[in-house]
């Protein structure tokens, strides 16, 4: 089921991705999908082809990691591979302040300011992934290669 009118965040993504040339493949669902395995349930798919937008909080700043669904991010890897101080998970006030979206909900694009963000290599495996859309609702499709594309994304191992 599509709202006739969509919540803000949504609309956003929508637009943010068509405006980068990527294809405005954003479903809204009836039922909410806030966590990769209730996203793979509802879209009959394997929880590694769900795109976890996870957002880190390193010394002050976001970082976005979009991770498969099916890896638990490895923040000390991560960490040591960018040369920076500890990585935290982020509050989910620091999340929306940083992206506009609730935690659960977070999309790759769409958020207030550019957010440094990194691109789990493992998710190279799926022809179709699937990400947040702005809320707990909605999700799109989209290609690795045009995932990285659209969000700058620097690709490395997190897990």
Not at 16 to 39: E, I, K, M, Q, Y
């Amino acid at each position: 089921m599509i709202p006739e009118s969509l919540p803000a965040p949504v609309a956003n993504v929508k637009r943010v991705l068509t405006a980068l040339g990527a294809r405005d493949t954003v479903t809204v669902f009836d039922s909410t999908v806030p966590t990769a395995a209730a996203a793979a349930d509802v879209l009959g798919c394997d929880v590694a082809a769900i795109t976890n937008s996870l957002v880190f909080d390193v010394e002050g700043a976001p970082l976005l990691i979009l991770a498969s669904g099916s890896a638990k991010v490895d923040v000390r890897k991560v960490a040591a591979q960018l040369g920076t101080g500890k990585i935290r998970r982020a509050t989910p006030e620091f999340v929306l302040e940083h992206t506009g979206q609730e935690v659960g909900g977070v999309a790759p694009v769409g958020h207030p300011e550019r957010i440094r963000t990194l691109l789990d290599e493992s998710l190279a495996a799926h022809p179709v992934l699937w990400a947040g859309a702005g809320d707990h609702n909605s999700m799109f499709s989209i290609g690795y290669e045009d995932l990285q594309r659209i969000t700058g994304a620097e690709e490395m191992p997190v897990r």
